[in-house]
DNA sequence: CTTAATCCGTTGTGTTTTGGAACTGACTCG
DNA sequence: CGAGTCAGTTCCAAAACACAACGGATTAAG
């Protein structure tokens, strides 16, 4: 029986735009972008390098790095006069992508499709693995927390 | 002096290939992806109701679906015979990207540019907020944990 | 029975975004 | 001078995208 218990759709549209992943995605989903920020996390700073060590095509990244300016995530420094040149580095919103790449990294390690790669060792010395938890009740965070009441959507 | 203290560079693509962060996004890493994983998460599992809550057009959405089956993050499941009808669940590789979803929610909520939305509320009561601790030391994950020595990265 | 509506897509048609490669310009180094 | 570096820009073909319309299968309403 395809047939819903019909649910209001009027507000459709407002949880879209409404919505943190929604506006963090907008500012950092596009290509490039993300991969970007990692090599700037990593401490590349340099235009050619960073096209380097992503693959991002030039024009690309030059948009990519423009746009992310813009949006307060990288900042631009000059570091040469005369022929003008920049230096682009993590302001403080884009430090704190960190756990997003660290997230997406630990999940690649994981399930991603090419061979294993050895991951990050922490600074403790063990091969870097994230635990997610609550910062008041101190239990780790299942995918259940995600799918809550919250937001008006009906039990499915 | 823009002059770098020359770094080998023969290895510029190797890093790309085998980056685990790379290898995720390009399973999840293109646009209505991660909004679609979201919905899944969420407990929303039709067609149109993924399209109207993200806002995707069908016909990429079918796309994005058909590859995200492909990439073992979603299963199809028939739930109507005569016509034929499907509904999209996550997998145990979709369900980890919660983590994912949670640090770009989390990050959205503190640097999007919308207005400050109201975060989930934990399982515990409050409102939702994630750390990251090091599996075995316990200790907070920092941006500089990104910054390793590892994968050959001159200093720069 | 006829008409409308739901649900899940597919097709068709333009627009936008990409990717790759070549080109510019201002230097630097030998 | 000639080769090399660095940071872009420009050009163009190819791919991805958005929007709207269409379709078949079925159930609900009048």
Redesign the interface.
Known sequence: ??R?PKTA?QD??K?????????????V???WS??AI?EM??????FD?IT????APRNILTDRLKSLEG???VERRQ??ER?P?FEYH?TA?G?????????????????????P????????G?P????????????P????????Q?MG?A??
Do not use: N
């Open positions: 029986m395809p819903s759709d459709v549209v949880r879209r735009v409404s919505c943190s992943i929604a506006g963090a995605l907008e500012l989903g596009e290509r993300l991969l990692r996390a990593y401490g590349v700073h340099r390098q380097g060590y992503t693959g949006s307060g995530i570091y040469s022929p040149r993590l919103a430090r704190e992508l960190v756990p997003v790449l660290i997230a997406l990294s630990q999940w690649g390690d994981r399930w991603g499709h090419d061979e790669i050895e991951s990050f060792p922490h600074s403790c063990a870097l693995q994230v635990d997610h938890t609550c910062h008041h009740c101190h239990q965070v299942v995918p259940e927390d995600l799918k809550p919250a959507i039990a499915h």
